[in-house]
């Protein structure tokens, strides 16, 4: 099984800024996830991070906005920019492991809430 | 993509069965019925998933409807960490690359009592 780490935890940002997350994998992945999970509510999918390539995004969701680097097998960040309160959410990474079940692997999330 | 149907809420006993259900009468011949639950204030976790067989692991079983229109998710003991949100999936082993991304629906609250 993969072990992913994110950081922050948590953080408290004012409107116009921007936070970027940190996602970790403790192995080497082809994909990694990355999902928003507003209060009260299931999780969506923003984009898809393949290593070397420009990251897939969702529709209702954009590069300017969500901006993804991939820069090796083990890492992936996302920046939320030019936050405002709407984007108060969980912010998730994940993983597939296709030698495991065809199962993903979700990292503790970031919980972003802005003011 | 195929979508799913499940009670928004259930609620069980310390130690009794769970049956969690889950409709899908529009999967495909080629989707895998997947089940993943989040624990509060953690990420989802996989619980386990089939084709068209019963699936048995360390966390649950998995029964699945001869015509794979439904499926049960049994949590044959539960305990008071198995108080979580259930999502049942569908998932095609054949969208490969950027579609091995999961759609989650609603999904069950799972309440259990002591």
């Known amino acids: 099984s993969a072990v992913i780490s994110q950081k922050p935890s948590r953080d408290i940002c004012q409107r116009g800024t921007s936070l970027t997350i940190q996602c970790q994998v403790d192995s080497q992945v082809t994909m990694m996830f990355w999902y928003r999970q507003q209060p009260g509510q299931s999780l969506t999918l923003i984009a898809t991070a393949n290593q070397g390539s420009e990251a897939t995004y969702e529709s209702g969701f954009v590069i300017d906005k969500f901006p993804i680097s991939r820069p090796n097998l083990t890492f992936s960040t996302l920046t939320v920019s030019n936050l405002s309160p709407e984007d108060s959410s969980i912010y998730l990474c994940?993983?597939?492991?296709?030698?495991?079940?065809?199962?993903?692997?979700f990292g503790p999330g970031t919980r972003l809430t802005v003011l | 993509d195929a979508k799913t149907t499940q009670p928004n809420s259930m609620e069980s006993n310390e130690e009794e069965p769970v049956h969690l259900p889950c409709n899908h009468s529009?999967?495909?011949?080629?989707?895998?019925i997947h089940w993943y639950r989040q624990l509060p204030s953690q990420g989802p976790e996989y619980v386990i998933h089939g084709l068209t067989s019963n699936v048995n692991n360390r966390m649950a079983s998995l029964a699945i409807a001869e015509d794979r229109k439904s499926s049960t998710l049994i949590l044959h003991r539960a305990t008071l960490r198995d108080a979580a949100v259930y999502y049942c999936i569908l998932w095609d082993l054949n969208s490969g690359g950027s579609n091995y991304k999961l759609t989650f629906g609603k999904g069950t609250l799972l309440t259990v009592n002591p």
């Open positions: 529009t999967i495909s011949g080629t989707d895998y």
């Open positions: 994940s993983v597939e492991d296709l030698t495991a079940n065809n199962e993903q692997f």
